[in-house]
């Protein structure tokens, strides 16, 4: 069975701290994994990683994948309370066209 | 250029009354995707479409059925709608092939309610 999982299921940090969020997959035919943002509505997208992309940068956010651990990390620098929201990892297939979601890890940031 | 739009944005229902959810995108994708979402269950997919004319089941198709009419529009459909179906539907559009960036775009969100 396809699936994907993240951890932590929830995590709580002040301003300025740095987080490390984790996702690992049991996909068959990996093409791609996908990172989004969700603030209370729909998900927005933030990273997209392939086997010939497997590092991202954007400001304070970096993502990684390790295609032989079958993971990746999404790691948040200097955080601000703006980055309060759930992150969900995604992964879709090469074959078929459907894509695995986690089931996202709730990030907050308190002043 | 409007991107995934959905509605209606709220509804509640009765159980047993059905209903249609309208998906529209305007970024000529070809794919796009019905997904529901719970607390603590992540996205869903319930149904999602290739192209126009064509239809598949996700993970999660009971109680759902779709129809893909027109490239741009992807409708929803609970025929009998059960408590179980309470959630956030969200749609989503993607385009495929060479070339293309496979990223999703997501519509706002309809929040249903069966009572």
């Known amino acids: 069975e396809d699936k994907v999982v993240q951890s932590p299921l929830s995590l709580v940090v002040h301003e300025g701290d740095t987080v490390t969020l984790n996702c690992s997959y049991e996909?068959?035919?990996?093409?791609?994994l996908l990172w989004y943002k969700q603030e209370k509505k729909a998900p927005t997208f933030l990273f997209m990683l392939?086997?010939?992309?497997i590092e991202k940068k954007s400001g304070r956010l970096s993502s990684i994948l390790d295609k032989k651990e079958l993971s990746s990390i999404l790691n948040i620098t200097a955080t601000q309370t703006g980055d309060s929201a759930i992150y969900l990892c995604?992964?879709?297939?090469?074959?078929?066209?459907?894509?695995?979601f986690g089931t996202g890890t709730s990030l907050t940031v308190i002043p | 250029n409007a991107g995934v739009t959905q509605t209606p944005k709220f509804r509640v229902l009765k159980t047993g009354q059905s209903m249609t959810l309208l998906c529209a995108q305007d970024?000529?994708?070809?794919?796009m995707y019905w997904y529901r979402q719970d607390p603590g269950m992540g996205l869903r997919l319930i149904h999602y479409?290739?192209?126009?004319?064509t239809t598949a089941k996700g993970e999660v198709p009971d109680g759902y059925n779709v129809s893909r009419l027109k490239k741009q529009n992807f409708l929803l459909g609970l025929e009998s709608a059960a408590p179980s179906q309470t959630s956030v539907y969200f749609c989503?559009?993607?385009?495929w092939g060479a070339g293309s960036s496979y990223e999703q775009y997501f519509g706002p969100g309809t929040r249903l309610t069966v009572t």
């Open positions: 989503a559009s993607s385009s």
């Open positions: 996909v068959t035919n990996f093409r791609s």
């Open positions: 392939t086997s010939s992309g």
């Open positions: 995604a992964v879709a297939q090469r074959t078929g066209n459907q894509f695995y």
């Open positions: 970024m000529n994708h070809e794919y």
């Open positions: 479409s290739v192209g126009e004319g």
